[in-house]
């Protein structure tokens, strides 16, 4: 484009992505932008601002979430959200230590280019009003409780030990004056206090053209692109002398630590029983690109796997020092590797700390290190990286990020379009490996942290939090209460000034026939018989004539071209008996079993090489897709050079495992020091109530939760130790006969088959030598058949289960809703969740808006029967639920009309969630299946939906509100689950019983067997039924609201 701003400083293909990658930068503002093209039916933006603040005001987090309440041109707030709902675009944003980036989602470049300036006008210049700060910060409400959303965000983290372990490293590693050691989140005491004019002068020093990249992933105008900037880039001020970078030019630069610090910290919570350990360095320089994949990737030799040393010799023994072992880097100016051991029992942290620095130096050493186990980790993890690339472009977006804060265009080049970095390291010597292991791991003075669960500091924080309140209200009086209540009204009336009318209709409707969805050709083989085949496709004619005569396997195979294939093996749970499911977790571990085969066995470590080796992923968990959830699904993703690889690994997994004493112990020992952690998550303790409580012991879902089992796991390890293993081994030999059937058999094939000479006729070695099933194919589970008397009726009942690690109050209601995908109100439920729950809609402003909630949702299973409301992160949960209640009611008598420009953003919402959900060919082809198959809804399933929506009418909308939502706040036709922290139990139960419901209360147990305060450590509740929750691979949720 000539005679533009912006000058391109690099332009280049990526060798082993389809994308190609440019830059520019505006010679009259220093204004940044990049461009990664890739076909995709989305298109990202990712506006990135380098942020450094030196205290824990949280002011770069207040930020952040104050940009979106309006911009100088646009000074209205939801002006940006309203225009993307309607615009098939969802706006986002994150802070981290170092940046704060804004993300905008669309549907296709059309709508994306109009929503650009808009979006870049409020990051640059924001109005910043001080009811805004009020509403959106911290506040008292009219009853003396502190909300406020970002405040009600910390409050349910502040206070959980992976954050505290976090900032105490933070403190320890840099300087304390250096961003670095500053919570950007803010904490709690200081936004209390933070001041409006604070984030305005922050805004102002870091807020500059220069100090913003805005980058962009998708199929794009290139022209339109850079005519849209240079349109806005002309109305900002020219570059000036501030060209500080922050972090880069900082007076407080990383250096390495002179001396080991050891740091003990305590976190609140009444079971004492486990704690945390974390361990840190200072590390290369950000520009040694080098030796920052090798610290990467030795921290992935030392931790990843069974057979990694770490893991091997802290977790995989009896009497484990921990459940898991974690590792990352933080990527600054200098890189940052740590590793944390999880869930360690509080008596073994000292000893967990020595052990860990024993195992590092004896191990960093010629004679020790293993070299041709790293190189096999450079092979993996190039592939895993090029497989990632070829689904999303996130790997590349976060790279050109950190390039952008601490790097140049140079680098940008240099990283990205090859993979030699990969193909450098691949050739290290031993020599250079144990060098730079002993450099950055031994002879260099780490950041320790030991955290430690006090139940003291449990009393004290709620003590104090307790008096806290009564002296505000004691110091307010109601006079003071009046006036605060008086105050937020007015902020939020002058927040939610309306929109005018023609700057809405001003803005062009997209039209959504114009997304081109992706596309993938379906075949179906053998016992398949889902859909007719069509056969004048040169590729299904290929696979069927490659099908051998009385074919007695059900295969699916979704194709395009790729350089991988995917493999899910799914199968229904039924076929297990039902009081073998709590055996689950563990049965899941074949993939790190020993085999036998011939006579000849081949040891577990032996075994988890070869699986390295050979795939890229593998897995065994339940779900598919995160739908159908009682399928139990085993995974293996490969090169296509591999796909017959792929299938002896499956015969080898599930015919040829032998399950060990050994490792079955170590496995039951992993799950049980797993509990407390688990127990701490306020959502993980909300999934296992409603789960528990839904579903019978029939479901999956039901019996492999951490809460349900974990009787049944200590009972097994008490059983191992009196030499009862061989009745545990012809339990889980049960299992493997009763699931393992070619008739239970559904193979789902997604990839590219086209150079694969025999891709069916292959499979016949997965079945060769074992019996074949002569009965029909098993019919897929379904969660609606294993419903409890209780999750059919969905009806009276308020279950509480209170956690005392929780600061958020966690909340779900459900009532019923159809369980036919062809039902003819399925849309117009879908269109009222998607009004109810928008950006800037109803829920939005009632609930987040005035700090109630971080957040609160609608969502429909189908699979369930369930229409569900949720609250997340509740900071007035009791509020929360009365303002959506209020809020569905007077929608459904029409004491509040509809927004027209609200439904019009729901349908382009819903639009948009579609082309996301299937933004690459995997996740096209998973989609596919769900649709054509499992919901038998059709393969244009989409393209009809979407149809549909735009024929439905506000009397529909006013119809399901009444049918479907209005139930969900009444005792009579709703059930509600609850996780919140004791102190709040009281309140919930008085609140709950005196709208009709009946309430019970439990208590998460401790996990310390031996712990017996006088708070209890058992269930306190007379109803206590089954349940479970879900530990799977992928978080599981039946949710398929469109």
């Keep these: 484009m000539t005679g533009s701003n912006f000058e391109l400083l690099t332009s280049f293909d990526v060798e082993y992505a389809p994308s190609t990658i440019k830059k520019w930068r505006s010679k009259r503002t220093g204004l940044q932008a990049v461009l990664i093209d890739k076909e995709s039916p989305i298109v990202n933006g990712f506006f990135a601002v380098a942020t450094e603040v030196e205290d824990d005001s949280g002011t770069p987090h207040t930020l952040e979430h104050l940009v979106f309440m309006g911009s100088k041109k646009y000074p209205y707030k939801g002006l940006l959200d309203t225009l993307g709902n309607i615009a098939f675009s969802s706006t986002n944003a994150w802070t981290a230590t170092d940046q704060t980036v804004y993300t905008l989602t669309t549907a296709g470049w ?31 409400d009219g009853e003396g409780k502190e909300k406020g959303v970002v405040f009600s965000e910390m409050q349910g983290i502040q206070n959980q030990p992976w954050f505290l372990s976090a900032l ?15 919570e950007t989140g803010g904490l709690m005491e200081n936004l209390r206090k933070l001041s409006n004019d604070t984030i305005r002068k922050f805004h102002q020093s870091s807020y500059r053209p220069n100090n913003l990249c805005i980058i962009l992933s998708g199929t794009v105008e290139e022209d339109e692109f850079l005519k849209t900037l240079d349109e806005f880039d002309s109305e900002l001020p020219e570059l000036g002398n501030d060209n500080y970078r922050p972090f880069v030019d900082s007076k407080y630069p990383i250096v390495p630590l002179d001396k080991e610090v050891v740091k003990n910290i305590e976190f609140p919570d009444k079971d004492e029983s486990h704690g945390e350990l974390s361990i840190s360095w200072v590390g290369p320089k950000n520009e040694e690109y080098e030796q920052d994949l090798a610290i990467t990737l030795l921290l992935e030799y030392l931790s990843e796997s069974p057979v990694a040393l770490l893991t091997k010799n802290l977790v995989e023994i009896d009497d484990p020092f921990a459940s898991e072992i974690e590792y990352n880097t933080d ?25 860990v620095f024993q195992l590092l130096k004896e191990h960093a050493t010629i004679e020790n290190f293993d070299l041709p186990r790293i190189k096999e980790i450079v092979e993996n993890s190039k592939h895993k990286l090029i497989f990632a690339t070829e689904k999303s472009e996130d790997i590349l977006i976060d790279y050109t990020v950190t390039n952008f804060l601490y790097s140049d265009v140079e680098s940008l080049t240099k990283n990205l379009k090859t993979m030699h970095d990969y193909e450098t390291i691949s050739k290290w010597t031993i020599e250079q490996w144990v060098e730079l292991f002993q450099k950055y791991l031994i002879n260099n003075h780490a950041a320790v942290v030991i955290a430690k669960p006090s139940k003291q500091l449990y009393k004290q924080v709620k003590d104090e939090g307790k008096k806290m309140i009564e002296d505000r209200l004691a110091d307010l009086g109601d006079e003071g209460l009046r006036k605060l209540k008086g105050k937020l009204d007015e902020a939020q009336a002058k927040n939610d000034a309306p929109i005018p009318e023609n700057i809405l209709n001003s803005f062009p409707k997209p039209d959504p026939s114009k997304i081109k969805f992706i596309k993938t050709t379906s075949a179906a083989i053998g016992l398949n018989k889902d859909y007719e085949n069509d056969l004048s496709n040169e590729t299904v004619s290929r696979l069927v004539e490659d099908t051998p005569k009385d074919f007695p396997l059900y295969i699916n ?12 093996i799914l199968m229904s749970s039924f076929e297990i008996p039902v009081e073998l499911l709590p055996y689950f977790d563990l049965f899941s571990e074949l993939f ?9 066995r081949i040891p577990y470590e032996q075994v988890i090489k070869d699986l390295q080796n050979d795939t ?17 699904n085993a995974k293996i993703q490969v090169k296509k050079a591999n796909y017959t690889k792929a299938i002896d690994w499956f015969k080898k997994i599930f015919f040829n495992t032998k399950f060990d004493e050994n490792r079955i112990k170590v496995t039951v020992d992993k799950i049980l020091n797993g509990l407390p952690s688990t127990k701490r998550s306020g959502l993980s303790m909300l999934s296992s109530i409603t789960s528990r409580n839904c579903f019978t012991e029939r479901s999956i879902k039901h019996s492999k939760d951490s809460l349900y089992t974990e009787n049944f796991f200590r009972n097994l390890s008490k059983k191992l130790e009196d030499g009862g293993y061989k009745e545990i081994e012809q339990d889980l030999e049960t299992i493997r006969s009763k699931l393992f059937k070619t008739n239970n058999f559904r193979i789902v094939i997604s990839g590219d088959l086209s150079d694969i000479e025999h891709p069916i006729k292959a499979w016949e070695h997965f079945i060769e030598g074992q019996d074949l099933a002569n009965d029909s194919l098993i019919s897929v589970p379904r969660s609606f058949d294993v419903r409890t008397e209780l999750g059919e009726s969905l009806s009276k009942k308020v279950k509480i289960i209170t956690a005392p690690a929780s600061e958020s109050t966690f909340l779900l209601a459900s009532t019923k809703a159809p369980t036919d995908y062809h039902n003819e109100d399925a849309a117009a439920i879908s269109l009222a969740a998607s009004y109810l729950q928008a950006v800037e809609g109803p829920f939005w402003r009632g609930i987040r808006g005035t700090g109630l909630a971080y957040g609160a949702n609608v969502s429909r299973s189908v699979e369930t029967g369930q229409l569900s409301f949720d609250i997340y992160r509740g900071a007035d949960a009791i509020g929360a639920f009365n303002v959506a209640s209020k809020i569905v009611n007077d929608l459904a008598s029409g004491a509040t009309k509809l927004d027209k420009t609200l439904v019009e953003g729901a349908v382009s919402s819903l639009v948009n969630s579609i082309a996301s959900s299937e ?16 919901k038998k809804r059709g393969p244009d399933f989409n393209t009809k939906f979407i149809r549909k929506l735009s024929q439905i009418t506000e009397d529909d909308l006013i119809r399901v509100l009444n049918k479907y939502y209005v139930p969900l706040f009444d005792s009579k036709t709703s059930v509600i689950f609850v996780c919140a922290h004791p102190s709040k139990s009281e309140e919930l139960n008085k609140f709950f019983s005196g709208l009709g419901y009946e309430v019970s209360v439990e208590e998460v147990p401790s996990s310390n067997s031996e712990d017996g305060d006088e708070e209890g450590s058992e269930f306190d509740s007379e109803e206590y039924t089954e349940e479970s929750g879900s530990d799977s691979e992928e978080e599981e949720t039946d949710s398929d609201d469109e």
């Design 168 to 182: 105490n490293s933070s403190r320890a590693l840099y300087h304390e004056k250096s961003g670095y050691s500053s």
């Design 616 to 632: 890229v992923e593998h897995s065994f968990y339940t779900a598919y897709n995160n739908q159908f959830t009682e399928f139990v």
């Design 331 to 355: 990527d600054y100016t200098r890189i940052i590797p740590y590793i944390k051991l999880n869930d360690v029992p509080t008596e073994k942290l000292e000893q967990a700390k020595d052990k």
């Design 919 to 934: 933004s690459n060919y995997y996740n096209a082809a998973a989609s596919k299946y769900l649709d054509n198959v499992l």
């Design 110 to 140: 059309e709508c994306f280019k109009l929503l650009l300036p808009i979006y870049l006008d409020h990051i640059l210049n924001p109005t910043l009003t001080d009811e805004a700060c009020y509403t959106e910060v911290y506040h008292v």
């Design 557 to 568: 195979v979704e194709q395009f071209k790729s350089q991988f294939i995917s493999i899910d």
């Design 592 to 600: 790190s079993l020993p085999l036998e085969i011939g006579g000849e």
